[in-house]
């Protein structure tokens, strides 16, 4: 019996998905999050992606329950070192960010060395493909999905909390939970501003 998937047919639900796919705020989601089960076929599904010479250039780090909380307060300290005049309000927002959905997995783009040299850049377009992914997979199981990064995805203090190596990024902190908003249109290019037919 081969192992060959089948050839590629036209799936009337998945056009309509992905044509209709928008992001749903984190602001506006609630438990519940998926399951145990739920929540490995996302990341299953989510790591599918283009990989040249499949060094599967990235990582995840999955947050839920109190370590949620334990992040924000490390983002909370950031914040306030950085902005100690700003309202207590914004500082107790940022001790808070990831209390907005039950779970957050940061994407973290990590680059391996190649003896044949995969780009660094093509690399990282993985990593940004897993982070759209997750979002995909998630919203097909149903939950409400989010691609943010933030100011936090930049901070080297950050960085050093989450044990970032050297080379590594934040591609991008994925949202998921209950979506309680449904999402809105928004604008999309004209497709004559930005395809070009040779």
């Known amino acids: 019996m081969s192992d ?12 309509d998905f992905l044509a209709h796919r928008r992001s749903n705020l984190a602001k506006a989601m609630d438990d519940p999050g998926p399951d145990a089960d739920t929540l490995e076929a996302i990341l299953r599904i989510g790591t599918r992606v283009p990989d040249h010479r499949k060094l599967s250039p990235w990582r995840l780090i ?49 680059p391996v060395d190649c003896v044949r040299g995969t780009p660094v850049w093509e690399q990282q377009l993985s990593a940004g493909s897993v982070c759209l992914k997750l979002c995909l997979a998630a919203q ?15 901070d080297p203090r950050i960085h050093a909390e989450m044990g970032l190596a ?33």
Not at 70 to 83: M, S
Not at 140 to 154: I, P
């Open 62 to 110: 999955v947050y839920q329950g109190e370590a949620r909380a334990v992040f924000g307060r490390t983002l909370e300290a950031a914040y306030r070192a950085d902005n100690p005049d700003h309202p207590e309000d914004r500082h107790r927002f940022e001790a808070e960010r990831f209390l907005r959905a039950p779970v957050v997995i940061a994407v973290i783009s990590a």
């Open 4 to 15: 060959a998937f089948p050839l590629p047919r036209r799936q009337d639900a998945v056009v």
């Open 166 to 198: 050297e080379g590594e990024q934040v591609a991008g902190f994925i949202y998921i939970g209950t979506a309680t908003q449904a999402a809105t249109p928004r604008p999309r290019p004209d497709l004559s501003d930005v395809v070009t037919h040779v």
């Open 140 to 154: 097909a199981h149903g939950f409400g999905a989010q691609w943010l990064s933030e100011w936090y995805a930049y």
